[in-house]
């Protein structure tokens, strides 16, 4: 009997969620419908661009995704497949919510597991109301928690990713590095190693997409001065993180203070990171990437839902000039040492670069 695609995609997401535990099985199945809705609507960017009554904005964008994908193929070895040569339009301004929770007295996020992706430090949501109801139970627990809008995630080849609406407003830039960054957790992903997974495509999309505007747009263009500024902010708030980071951790890790005493002093301390960022870190940043981070409402969740994308970018860094700052040979390499090596991928990099 012919089974239709449908009915195959459903009958493999049954299969997975047989292997949940209790928890996540039931937050699948909430979100399922969700997932299954963003499969209806996709038409292919080609049959798109031929209409007479595009926007030109959107038109060109749309031709940017479909270029930037070929260049991610091509040019950086990424999986091939038919993700970002489709669209979905959306008609909300975010395409889901993600969802962070920490204990009240430590950076280090809950966990769930799932089938495929494994360790996930964080739960999406399709609609904010599924995520306000998750945020308020679990806050009732004791949890800090954090919820923010997203406006692409990664498929891993399972179905394709489309470029969805929102992204559409994206620079240039970020467009190109959105579309490289979802592209790489298809070609590359260890499963249960969440840190390594959101460092490397953070740090393939943002080399990729800077090489990508250097070869359409010139070293010269506004393009590639923003891609530029936006990676060394990127390294710049990974310094702030790390030291924020560490000053946390020193302070929930002392013996002498009880947990009353912590909590207060954490809030102390919130208050002056955000000052320190403002006066310390924002006038040293090139560009607006990170203009908010003072004006949110920092607290444990906030703070992991960063560190888990600016774990270590020091080391993706070394391992692509040790494969003679060639992109396409980085991720090759990568992916070798994950397929062929067990344990935490970053640590299995870190031995690399002790031998070579």
Known sequence: MKISRANRWVFLAALLLSSCGAEEFNYLMSQAPGQIALLFGR?????????????????????????????????????????????????REALSYNLTACPKLSVDP??????VVGEMPYLGFFKKEDADKKQAELEKKGYDVYVRKVSAYSMLGIVADPIYTPMLKYSDYDLANTIIHE??????WAKGWPEFNENLALFVGNQGALNFCIQRYGSDSEEVRYGLGSNADDLLFQQYLAQLEKQLRSLYGRKDL???????????????????????????????????????????????????????????????????????????????????QKGDPEDNLREWLKKN
Request: proline share 3%.
């Open 43 to 91: 038409v292919p960017i080609e049959r798109v661009l031929k209409r007479k009554d595009l926007e030109p904005e959107v038109r060109r964008k749309l031709e940017l995704a479909l270029a930037v994908k070929k260049y991610a193929e091509n040019d950086l070895g990424l999986v091939q497949n038919n993700s970002y040569a489709i669209y979905r339009r959306l008609e």
């Open 110 to 115: 809950l966990r769930w597991q799932f089938p």
């Open 183 to 188: 592209l790489t957790h298809g070609t590359v």
């Open 258 to 340: 009880s947990d009353e005493q912590k909590l207060q002093s954490r809030e102390q301390l919130f208050a002056e990171t955000k000052k320190d960022f403002r006066e310390n870190w924002m006038p040293r940043m090139q560009t607006t990437d990170y203009a908010r981070w003072p004006d949110l409402e920092l607290n444990n969740a906030t703070v992991a839902s960063r560190l888990v994308y600016f774990h270590d970018l020091s080391l993706y860094q070394k391992v692509y000039e040790k494969n003679g700052s060639d992109l396409k040979k980085t991720v090759g390499f990568i992916k070798s040492v994950v397929a062929d």
